[in-house]
């Protein structure tokens, strides 16, 4: 009776950070820890109720010598519970820079490759309350913000591919009574007793917090807390955007006097999120430096930052790409430049997409006409052969071409909600 409440009770919990209507085909990632094999069992359980196909995957880093026998055993569990499973190799790390980053950053790179080769739109992942306790006090750390404290999300876009964390309001503890109870064994990274690492290092730092009652759950408690307020910040930096902020081609101009009105923290997000758009999504600029750019723009001085340029221009101030971001990026007429900006026109057998510069905005008179600065022209992309411009639709001289953003690249407005 104790065994079924307490499934229940997990599944519940399981259950309310999934989607409503799950894919057809859901992928696990299971490495054989406590975690990610309870993960497992109850998307199981999950899955005899609904109309879905789970495919379970392990990424083996090789960075132990046991990781093999551990994805081999987490292979034999996939197939009691009749569930496909693959493993997946990293042979990429080379002894230099950031272990866990590079190994983090790898084994998403690999599942997003294995889920699309598969048609699979969704990968569930086996992070924890205690996972989100952990991240929310390296992030104190760093004194982060509303943004950093609402720590992770129980669903996220990557690559076109929906990462799902059903499991950040469950602990370690309820799970390996879990799995206990059920009979299945997992392994325990001895890593995970490494204090070289700042996550082993907040782990314990979490025990000694205890008697002040803050434990993994009230932490993640506080992270969803943060969370419901960043989701609403969002919502104010995305109407404040459309109320000071104007997209010209893959430029946005600001309106100086709104922008210095909004609250600081609006203002903040309405920059970031102008250079999110046009510089694509990833990590964002430290906080001087945005700070920083938010002084230059709200008193109409130039300014460079995350690989765009400020450029004031009367009352307003234009963001741009900066030139020397994009300088080096050439492709074929048939490839996306800067990720974002796909060509059409004559096939031209030694013509070749990059950045128009000071060098080519002299071959195109009809620039001026378009009433863009300067600056944000030379960043712009134009179809060369050789030291000749054939094309600057950006720039006014179309000449046969035409320039678009890739479907998949987000609305501005509407991208304010996604970062």
């Not at 392994?187 to 002040?212: C, M, W, Y």
């Amino acid at each position: 009776m104790f065994l079924s409440r307490h499934t229940d009770r997990l599944l519940a919990e399981l259950r309310v950070r999934l989607p409503e209507s799950l894919p057809r085909k859901l992928g696990v990632a299971v490495s054989g820890g406590g975690d990610s094999a309870a993960l497992m069992h109850l998307l199981h359980e999950v899955a005899q109720t609904e109309a879905i196909n789970l495919y379970v995957v392990t990424v083996d880093h090789g960075l132990r010598p046991e990781a093999s026998q551990e994805a081999a055993a987490v292979s034999r569990q996939a197939e009691a519970l009749g569930l496909p499973h693959e493993t997946l190799r990293w042979t990429g790390w080379d002894g230099a820079g950031n272990l866990q980053d590079q190994a983090r950053q790898a084994r998403y790179a690999l599942l997003s490759d294995w889920a699309r080769d598969r048609e699979i739109d969704a990968i569930a992942l086996g992070h924890t309350a205690d996972d989100q306790a952990e991240t929310l006090l390296m992030r104190l750390g760093r004194s982060s913000g509303v943004t950093g404290l609402s720590g992770m999300s129980a669903s996220r876009q990557q690559e076109g591919l929906t990462l799902l964390r059903p499991m950040l309001a469950i602990t370690r503890e309820d799970l390996r009574a879990y799995l206990t109870d059920i009979g299945v064994s997992w392994v325990d990274d001895p890593s995970n007793q490494d204090t070289r690492f700042d996550r082993i290092k907040a782990r314990k730092a979490l025990h000694g917090l205890e008697p002040l009652g803050i434990n993994a759950l009230s932490l993640s408690r506080s992270a969803d807390n943060l969370a419901q307020a960043h989701t609403a910040l969002g919502a104010f930096a995305q109407e404040s955007a459309r109320n000071v902020a104007q997209v010209d081609q893959g430029d946005v101009k600001v309106d100086r006097a709104g922008f210095t009105a909004l609250p600081k923290e609006i203002r903040r997000r309405v920059l970031v999120g102008i250079l999110a758009w046009i510089a694509g999504q990833g990590y964002p600029p430290r906080q001087t430096a945005v700070e920083q750019a938010m002084d230059a723009l709200s008193k109409g001085r130039t300014g460079s930052v995350a690989g765009c340029l400020l450029v004031p221009k009367a009352e307003s101030v234009w963001i741009c790409r900066e030139f020397k971001a994009v300088e080096a990026q050439i492709v074929a007429p048939d490839e996306v430049w800067d990720r974002k900006w796909c060509f059409s026109g004559p096939e031209i057998s030694n013509a070749e997409i990059r950045a128009l510069g000071e060098e080519g905005l002299r071959q195109v008179s009809e620039w001026r006409e378009t009433r863009r600065p300067r600056l944000a022209l030379t960043a712009s992309p134009a179809v060369w052969a050789g030291e000749a411009v054939l094309a600057a639709p950006l720039a006014g001289f179309a000449n046969g071409w035409r320039v678009d953003m890739t479907p998949d690249w987000p609305e501005f407005y509407a991208s304010f909600l996604s970062h």
